[in-house]
């Protein structure tokens, strides 16, 4: 109970309490004390003592022993007050204070009590915090004050030599009207119970002693401070009884004034009352007037609202007629504009397939120049320059040449790619006979590349991982400084001669990749790197700068997911049964065919410029030729969107392995 009520604890005081689960932090008791009360010590009433006895023993006569401070007494079976006591200089203890002259009763249940044995200086305790307070108070006021009281109620007018007399007559009207209130209550509370019982032993302790009153009238009259007490007491009651005069005089006032009030209100009644059935007549004939005129205005207005209805109708329906006969027009014009239409796509049509022999015949006269170009620089590139890794060995003679739909089947029946894996290696192979270059990026990139070396080139991957040196379209070939030739340039030389390589540029975005791809690309594209070369290219962040740099002039294609489940336990299997019967991807012809182009074209090339066109009409033929003519343009599509805008999955295919479908 620390830091709750231990400021007004002293020793010897009992307190009741509760106990809850100690939550203070930093404290180690389990429990503390909740709702803390003071308890006081009990008087019980002890037999038939009544209230005025219990008021002699607490207040004139004193207990034996304490202990001083506050006390619940007993002044009945259902009722209790509580004092507070003094040690006084004989020894005993006393009830004091000037609240003595009204105390509050209290209701008194068995539960209140609390007895602690004998064996306690204070056997009896009294909960008294839960009481219940009772209606009325109790006057333990002391025997001398009580009879100043009764005799300041005399007023001057009643004093006289006999005084003891009327102090005893003024007792026993004070007991007559306490008994007659509670005649007349249906019940008394147990402080005018023993108000009643108090004025009348005094009433009679008076009338019967009357050599006391007579001294204790003498020495009222002779005490100055009494005399003051009864002249003010005098000029209280003569004070008391002016209200009461006013209050007559003003209830007398009122009640004339409401009477006249009542008269003037029935008159003002009176008159409302004509004026309003008046009034009321004059407005129902108002209202009646204005309803016959407002009723001939609605007629009058529904007549003109039905003819303007019916001319806006009339008007209505001869723009309708003339809206459908110029629409008639309109149809035969757009048919004309439409045959029209028609001749010109054929005529640009015709214009696009002459754009292609041309730019056919451009391409030649350029691989011949690179090629010369190419062979003068041999001519002139010093011949000692060692190589770091040893040259692959030339091709065996009996590897297999696969096509798109061979390359798909073989894929297909490795049974290492998921549906998704089938779907991402076609977007690959797809773009390398178009001529692109992808970039790959995803968790499942390394896995695939070896895949696609194991299934394309027969296993021949050379791998070129960047650093921040490889900066040119040279740089690819040959190592800046030292122009020792790069694992590109064996794969170069490799698919030189005939036979496919894998040539990978891995994490492209820890190099200058901005400058050296588009090079590549257009390499690519006009078809000056040799056609067994398939160039690829990784990157790890996706979102980096150089990425973001290359996205912008190539495909990303992202890897994820591509495997099969228990795909990696059967690879060694699967590997060496490739390594057994090698198969290279050969690229086919990737010129487009110039009606089916334009027809593509006309559908997905809208905001293309002309090179972007010419791409993806590549694009569009060979999808086509991998997976026919009904599912190569949905791939080639989507591949659009990998090209020149977000990606998309690619949907699936109507058939599900259409390349297979194709085979057979």
């Known amino acids: 109970m620390r830091g709750i009520v231990a400021n007004s604890?002293?020793?010897?005081?009992?307190?009741a309490f509760g106990?809850?689960?100690n939550d203070r932090h930093g404290s180690s008791a389990s429990f503390r004390a909740a709702s803390p009360r003071r308890l006081t010590p009990f008087l019980a009433a002890g037999g038939e003592v009544s209230p005025e006895g219990r008021r002699r023993l607490v207040v004139e006569a004193g207990l034996e022993a304490g202990p001083a401070g506050e006390w619940s007494v007993q002044v009945s079976p259902e009722a209790f007050v509580r004092v507070k006591l003094q040690q006084g200089e004989d020894g005993r203890y006393r009830a004091s204070g000037s609240d003595l002259a009204s105390l509050t009763l209290w209701r008194l249940t068995p539960d209140l009590?609390?007895?602690?044995?004998?064996?306690?200086?204070?056997?009896?305790?009294?909960?008294?915090?839960?009481a219940e307070q009772l209606p009325g108070t109790l006057n333990w006021s002391r025997d001398d004050e009580y009879i100043r009281m009764a005799a300041a109620a005399l007023g001057p007018e009643r004093r006289g030599p006999d005084i003891a007399a009327l102090l005893a007559w003024a007792l026993g009207q004070h007991t007559d009207a306490l008994t007659g209130r509670v005649s007349t209550l249906a019940g008394a509370d147990a402080g005018t119970l023993a108000e009643i019982e108090r004025a009348g032993t005094l009433s009679r302790r008076l009338a019967g002693e009357r050599e006391l009153l007579t001294l204790f009238k003498a020495g009222l009259m002779s005490d100055p401070s009494v005399r003051e007490l009864i002249d003010q007491a005098a000029a209280d009651a003569a004070e008391a009884t002016r209200p009461a005069l006013e209050s007559a005089v003003r209830t007398e006032v009122e009640r004339e004034m409401a009477a006249e009030r009542a008269a003037a209100h029935e008159q003002v009644r009176a008159l409302i009352a004509g004026l309003e059935a008046e009034e009321i007549a004059a407005l129902e004939a108002r209202c009646a007037a204005e309803a016959a005129k407002r009723d001939e205005d609605l007629a009058e207005a529904r007549r003109r609202g039905m003819?303007?209805?019916?001319?806006?109708?009339?008007?209505?329906?001869?723009?309708?007629?003339d809206a459908a006969a110029g629409m008639d027009a309109r149809r035969a014009s757009l048919a004309g504009e439409v045959e029209e239409l028609e001749g010109r796509r054929q005529g640009l049509a015709a214009s696009v397939a002459a754009l292609a022999d041309e730019e056919r015949s451009k391409l030649e006269i350029v691989e011949r120049l690179v090629k010369a170009g190419e062979d003068a620089a041999?001519?002139?590139k010093p011949a000692a320059v060692p190589a770091v890794l040893a040259p692959w060995p030339p091709g065996s003679g009996n590897e297999r040449r696969l096509g798109l739909r061979d390359l798909a089947g073989l894929a297909e029946e490795a049974g290492l790619l998921s549906q998704a894996g089938m779907e991402t290696f076609l977007r690959v192979a797809v773009l390398v006979e178009a001529g692109e270059v992808p970039v790959l990026h995803g968790p499942d990139t390394g896995g695939f590349v070896e895949a696609a070396g194991r299934l394309m080139a027969a296993g021949r991957v050379a791998r070129?991982?960047?650093?921040?040196?490889?900066?040119?379209?040279?740089?690819l070939w040959a190592r800046a400084g030292s122009g020792i030739p790069t694992p590109l340039a064996a794969a170069l030389a490799s698919a030189a001669e005939g036979c496919a390589a894998l040539g990978v540029v891995e994490r492209a975005e820890r190099s200058g990749a901005r400058f050296w791809y588009p090079q590549l690309a257009d390499a690519a594209r006009q078809g000056r790197?040799?056609?067994a070369l398939i160039p690829l290219v990784t990157v790890a962040d996706p979102k980096s700068e150089e990425a973001a740099a290359v996205a912008a002039e190539g495909p990303m294609v992202a890897v994820e997911g591509i495997f099969a489940d228990g795909a990696a336990a059967v690879a060694p299997l699967v590997f060496a049964e490739l390594a057994a019967a090698p198969a290279a991807f050969a690229k086919g012809s990737c010129e487009p065919d110039p009606g089916e182009a334009a027809k593509f074209l006309r559908k997905h090339a809208a905001g293309l410029d002309l090179p972007a066109a010419?791409?993806?009409?590549?694009?569009?033929?060979?999808?086509?030729s991998a997976l026919g003519a009904e599912d190569g343009p949905r791939m080639a599509a989507a591949l659009k969107a990998i090209l020149f805008g977000s990606e998309e999955a690619v949907p699936q295919a109507a058939t599900q392995m259409p390349y297979l479908a194709a085979r057979a």
Do not use: M, N, Q
């Open 378 to 380: 041999a001519l002139r």
């Open 464 to 475: 070129l991982y960047a650093d921040p040196t490889l900066i040119t379209f040279d740089d």
């Open 307 to 321: 003819k303007a209805v019916e001319a806006a109708t009339a008007e209505r329906l001869r723009e309708a007629e």
């Open 614 to 624: 010419i791409r993806l009409s590549r694009i569009h033929a060979a999808a086509s």
């Open 529 to 531: 790197l040799p056609a």
């Open 19 to 21: 106990s809850v689960p």
């Open 113 to 130: 009590v609390i007895d602690l044995g004998a064996e306690h200086a204070a056997p009896r305790l009294c909960d008294h915090h839960r």
């Open 9 to 15: 604890l002293r020793e010897g005081d009992w307190v």
